[in-house]
């Protein structure tokens, strides 16, 4: 598996340039649509603060099904408590990289998921499919 980095394109320059996740903050939720990979939002109890339109669509979960449910027991899907362990051991303004295989009912999605948590204690998870190799 080759890591990447995130990165979005400035128009003006046709070039890349990184995006920090901690950063995600500042985004309303408009802005949040606009990017090319998922976004999930976690309070620190795990329940999702907000969910951008790209991983709505990879998930195949409705944005407002997700809201305010927790993300490891209703959101996720089953064998997540990996995943789990690597977001409770990162340390505020901390990152991380993972790869991680969704499964759900009717599906398997392969993702590499950049992982930050911010000074406040919410955790931002951004979401791209990948395949393994």
């Known amino acids: 598996m080759q890591a990447f980095q995130l990165s979005t394109t400035d128009d ?4 890349t340039a990184p ?8 985004l309303d939720d408009a802005a949040l649509d606009r990017l090319p990979f998922g976004v999930i939002c976690l309070r620190p109890d795990g329940t ?32 997540t408590a990996q995943l789990a362990v690597q977001i ?25 998921i950049d992982i930050s948590r911010c000074e406040a204690g919410r955790v931002y998870l951004c979401i791209r499919a990948t395949t393994r190799q």
């Not at 003006?12 to 070039?15: D, E, L, N, Q």
């Not at 409705?62 to 959101?75: K, L, N, P, T």
């Open 12 to 15: 003006t320059r046709g070039k």
């Open 19 to 26: 995006v920090e996740p901690l950063c995600l903050d500042d």
């Open 48 to 79: 999702v603060e907000r969910m951008n339109r790209t991983e709505s669509e990879r998930s195949g979960i409705q944005r407002w099904r997700a809201i305010g449910r927790d993300y490891f027991r209703e959101v996720a899907g089953i064998d």
């Open 88 to 112: 409770d051991k990162l340390e505020p303004g901390a990152n991380a990289q993972v790869f991680h295989t969704y499964r759900g009912f009717h599906r398997a999605d392969d993702a590499v």
